[in-house]
């Protein structure tokens, strides 16, 4: 009702503003007035596009807002997946962009399965506070009680909620300089994965702090099959994937054929690199769609799978982390509505896994729920999800814009370095098109891991030019001349890299290996 009062209020406004600019216009003609006959005939022409601008909002669904917003987002390049909206509780929106599978041209759909990355850590926290519940499992207890092998100096300081918090201080192993190379290719069983930090040294006592650790979560899941005496992929079947009736999520093989499955890509040039699904394991190894995780998001309104009372210990914020919360395997916390003030709690997630970045955003106040699953390694998901929260709260949202990064990406591919640089600097400034240091950072690996060695140095000097106070971007020119042999001028920007930024353990680990105190 107020939306209907609003519009017909600026009805009224425009068409007195219309009609006084009208006799304005037939009264003054004369070469004395000429001028103001301009001016006046601006106003109107203003007036009239205000109008139909007006007119086209108020004519629009959300579902037609959402639909706009995205076929943008595709046409420049920055997503390319399935999406799914509900308002209070109600699909309004569910629809795929751009391709599954580029090779063959294969459409996304909302059926498309995708590999979800850490948006697995919801699920298997679910399943410890089942086994909780259950009477199998205390959240308080050393890991050391159920993983009796786990190394004793550390394991009998950190409990499940420390792993469910990423509390415990377990280094991340897919940070460590080796991952890619010499494990995330490679099959690993549960004990042998945890192996590979199980021996590190904490990196603070736990509890004190919040430092996430796919590590933690892959330890969650070893504990879950030694008291279930099941395999994860089994237990998550039986206790919500079949349940929920979630028939197209599951715990993703490479060499299974998977119908409706979508590859995952390196933006639109390359293929993304091979990961073994053995190694993110319970961290981050599950597949599902858009239309599984709206099944998902519902049941966690109800008590399907837990009592209201543990269900709600999902939600806790226990430690602050970036200005939100960490719960167990969700993060929680206040996120604006548009421009307008006002806040609304959140509780979601995002994952990322070669070729894929996925989210799901939670407003239980209201029942909103947006989905996004992407397979094209990168795309602006918290940006997205700003504009479609404002959609479905009636507030204003800005459109995308091109990106200069990409945009700079398709002239080198297409064209090479030199128009590439030429390319950039002629629209970097354009009011139509948008530089972000992430972007370009992003560009740089690309070009990098597509063995363009030289273009991703002069990428990733761009970006330093761009943005010099970023610690990040001297960190990855550095390593792009390391790649590139140069271990000079890469020491020069490790260390202008932890000028900037003294936390950048990267920096200070390969100013350590070359030698560089």
């Avoid at 929680?332 to 997630?349: A, E, L, Q």
């Amino acid at each position: 009702m107020c939306i209907i009062l609003l519009f017909w209020s600026n009805m009224f406004t425009f068409n007195s503003h219309i009609k006084l600019a009208a006799i304005n216009f037939k009264t003054h003609t004369t070469m004395r007035n000429r001028t103001r006959f301009n001016v006046q005939k601006a106003i109107l022409i203003g007036l009239i596009i205000q109008l139909t601008f007006l007119l086209d909002s108020f004519g629009q669904t959300k579902a037609e807002k959402i639909d706009e917003l995205m076929r943008l987002y595709n046409e420049y390049g920055q997503f390319n997946g399935s999406v799914l909206v509900a308002e209070n509780g109600k699909v309004i929106f569910k629809k795929g962009f751009g391709m599954a599978n580029m090779e063959w041209e294969v459409p996304n759909q909302p059926d498309t399965k995708h590999r979800l990355g850490s948006v697995t850590k919801q699920f298997t926290a679910m399943l410890i506070l089942q086994l909780v519940e259950e009477g199998k499992l205390n959240l308080n207890v050393p890991i050391t009680t159920y993983l009796p092998d786990y190394p004793k100096e550390t394991g009998d300081i950190i409990t499940i909620h420390h792993l469910l918090t990423h509390t415990s201080g377990i280094p991340n192993f897919t940070s460590f300089p080796n991952y890619q190379k010499d494990i995330s290719i490679n099959k690993f069983n549960p004990d042998a994965i945890i192996k590979i930090f199980a021996d590190s040294s904490l990196q603070f006592k736990p509890g004190e702090k919040f430092s996430y650790s796919n590590s933690g979560y892959l330890v969650l899941g070893a504990i879950i099959e030694k008291v279930t005496g099941k395999s994860y992929e089994q237990i998550i079947h039986e206790n919500i994937l079949n349940p929920l009736k979630m028939n197209n999520t599951g715990y993703d093989h490479h060499e299974t054929i998977l119908k409706n499955r979508a590859s995952g890509y390196e933006n639109k040039y390359r293929n993304a690199d091979y990961i073994d699904m053995s190694v993110p394991y319970s961290a981050g190894a599950l597949y599902s769609t858009v239309e599984d995780l709206y099944l998902w998001d519902q049941a966690l309104y109800n008590e399907t799978l837990l009592s209201s009372n543990t269900r709600d210990l999902l939600f806790k914020p226990y430690i602050k982390t970036m200005g939100e919360s960490y719960g167990y395997g969700w993060i929680v916390g206040k996120k604006p509505i548009g421009n307008t003030g006002d806040s609304v709690k959140v509780i979601s997630h995002s994952g990322g896994i070669n070729g894929f970045n996925t989210s799901i955003q939670r407003i239980p106040s209201d029942k909103h729920l947006i989905v996004l699953l992407n397979n094209t390694g990168i795309a602006p998901l918290r940006e997205i999800n700003r504009a479609i929260m404002s959609i479905l709260y009636n507030t204003p949202y800005e459109m995308p814009k091109k990106s200069v990064a990409f945009s700079v990406l398709d002239v080198i591919m297409e064209n090479g370095l030199t128009s590439g640089l030429e390319h950039f600097e002629m629209i970097k400034n354009s009011e139509n098109c948008s530089l972000k240091e992430d972007e370009l950072n992003s560009v740089g690996y690309i070009l990098l891991n597509a063995d363009k060695v030289a273009e991703a140095i002069d990428v990733f000097k761009l970006n330093v030019e761009a943005f010099p106070k970023s610690g990040n971007v001297y960190d990855s020119l550095g390593e792009a001349y390391l790649v590139d042999g140069n271990e000079k001028l890469a020491i020069v920007n490790y260390k202008k890299s932890l000028e900037i930024d003294p936390t950048n353990s990267n920096a200070k680990n390969v100013l350590k290996k070359l030698g560089v105190n």
